[in-house]
């Protein structure tokens, strides 16, 4: 077997079993919910064993990536019965990321590829929603933009600041088509003059580079520094998974969201789920955006909010673990775009062991590896000795308590922990490229986000406190919190169980959960 071909999901041939080694985890399991049954959006997927290869220049390895591309279009073109740049029934695709182990948000997406001035007006006459049509082209503009000719997001941040306040509106959920369609111009705009050149318009051109700037991503900063973090070096690299746009942003029967089987921060039992309506997937897990929960999803969407929880659960029971499920509702359909085992606190980790193995899940022999690596007692659940005032309140994604010294970006924040003594990181909203930041900080503090952006998920992962979404923190030239002023170097103290915030130090104490302790002890005894 050609070591370069591409592999299928949901088109012909894809009853050949994917593995993340030659796949990716990410297009791995894309297969197995697939063969679960699970609504999943047709894919095809380069193997991991281009990447190295491809970013060296080798001319046999970029040879077959462009056949791949091909080839794979023409499958996904055959599966869903629309051609890729159509002007009448225009396939649009995403581009994603997905080494053989998780390395959640380190590397690059791109959204929407294949649009131009033809397949827009192709795709307005597909779905009677113009609105979704120019939203959909500036979010590619800009992630083109920001991923393959390196344009700072600010100056496409720069362009919608000025059209929401010209057009005196607070998001741009709350733009309308006509203003969309401005901001898209403009974005174009923006793109030629910092690039030099006008933005592709021929949709295998854009792909091709969407193609080698994702593999590219491999070689980034922040995903080396991940990798070093987490003992992964050894990893041969990244597959590249192209799969068929569904949209999220499609009006108020759509939405992108992000659900554990379990409370990833206390492995509590239960659906537990942040979601944006009218929404693409990377307005969550970019953390920009503050999403409701699984109550609003409920309420507004009930058959589609039930259909996850059944998915949720077959999930948990087909791979025996809990799970991170990425996915989209477009118009009232549920698709599955992706799930993984969940990074999870140590605490969470230790009563999913447990409950894992009364659930029969899973023997108390899998039990004890799962939690061998696991420091048992960073599983301690910290509390404030003495109770405080809170100047403000935030979101839980990650539990514990956490006091330290403020530092306003993970440089500083590096600085100050080299010198001695716990930090907080504060940020108006994080990204992944604060991970080293994450990795010396007591805890992390945003303005915005949710608890299921990829920054809360890897603050968890490192079992640091982190809230979300605090209404009351307010960064600029100057920063305050509550409406007090916050400097760097003040001292600042979270508690990740009740969302609380206070100002000046505080003793923290800690309390053992010593029943699964138990537990845990007396099956290692017995084995």
Not at 176 to 183: H, I, K, Q, S, T
Not at 240 to 254: D, E, L, Y
Not at 269 to 292: H, I, K, S, T
């Amino acid at each position: 077997m050609n070591a370069y071909a591409p592999l299928y999901i949901g088109t012909a041939g894809a009853d050949v079993e994917l593995t993340p080694e030659a796949a990716g985890g990410k297009a791995a399991l894309l297969w197995r919910m697939s063969r679960l049954g699970l609504d999943v959006p047709p894919a095809f997927v380069l193997p991991t064993t281009l990447c190295r290869a491809v970013n060296a220049g080798d001319a046999e390895a970029i040879a077959a990536m462009e056949r791949g591309l091909a080839e794979g279009i023409a499958r996904l073109e055959a599966a869903v019965e629309r051609r890729f740049g159509d002007a009448r029934a225009p396939l649009l695709v995403s581009v994603r990321s997905g080494a053989a182990k998780s390395m959640p948000g380190m590397m690059e997406t791109i959204l929407d590829v294949g649009l131009n001035g033809e397949s827009l007006r192709g795709l307005i006459a597909l779905t009677g929603n113009p609105r979704l049509a120019f939203d959909s082209y500036r979010r590619l503009i800009q992630l083109f933009g920001e991923v393959v000719e390196g344009v700072p997001a600010a100056a496409f941040e720069e362009r919608l600041g000025a059209m929401l306040l010209s057009e005196q509106v607070t998001g741009e959920a709350d733009l309308d088509p006509e203003a969309l369609e401005r901001l898209a111009h403009d974005y174009l705009a923006v793109f030629s003059r910092l690039t030099g050149h006008a933005m592709p318009v021929d949709p295998m051109r854009q792909l091709l580079s969407a193609t080698r700037a994702v593999f590219r991503s491999w070689d980034g900063d922040k995903a080396r520094e991940y990798r070093r973090l987490n003992g992964l070096e050894s990893l041969e690299g990244t597959a590249v998974t192209v799969q068929v746009m569904v949209f999220g942003n499609a009006g108020g029967r759509s939405g992108a969201g992000v659900a554990f089987s379990r409370n990833p921060a206390t492995g509590m039992p239960g659906l537990y789920a942040d979601f944006l309506f009218d929404a693409q997937g990377e307005d969550v897990v970019a953390g920009r955006r503050v999403p409701g929960n699984v109550d609003l999803l409920t309420r507004r969407l009930p058959d589609q909010a039930a259909a996850l929880r059944r998915g949720a659960e077959r999930l948990e029971r087909a791979f025996a673990d809990m799970q991170d499920i990425e996915f989209t509702i477009e118009e009232g359909r549920l698709w599955f775009l992706q799930t993984r085992s969940a990074k999870r606190t140590p605490r969470a980790a230790l009563r999913m062991a447990v409950d894992a193995v009364s659930e029969g899940l899973i023997d108390e022999a899998t039990a004890l590896e799962r939690v061998a690596g696991i420091d048992l007692a960073a599983a301690a659940v910290g509390r404030f000795a003495e109770p405080a005032e809170a100047v403000a309140t935030a979101v839980p994604a990650s539990p514990g308590v956490a006091c330290g010294r403020v530092a306003f970006d993970s440089a500083k924040a590096a600085a100050m922990a080299e010198a001695g003594g716990p930090v907080i990181l504060v940020r108006h909203d994080t990204s992944t490229d604060d991970v080293a930041g994450f990795a010396v900080a007591a805890g992390i503090l945003t303005a915005v986000g949710g608890r299921t952006a990829h920054a809360a998920v890897v603050a968890r992962q490192m079992g640091k406190p982190c809230l979300v979404g605090c209404a009351g923190l307010v960064i600029g030239e100057t920063a305050t919190i509550g409406g007090k002023p916050l400097r760097e170097g003040d001292w600042l103290c979270l508690d990740g169980e009740t969302g609380e915030i206070t100002l000046g130090r505080r003793e923290i104490v800690t309390e053992k959960p010593e029943e699964a302790l138990a537990m845990i002890e007396g099956w290692r005894k017995a084995g």
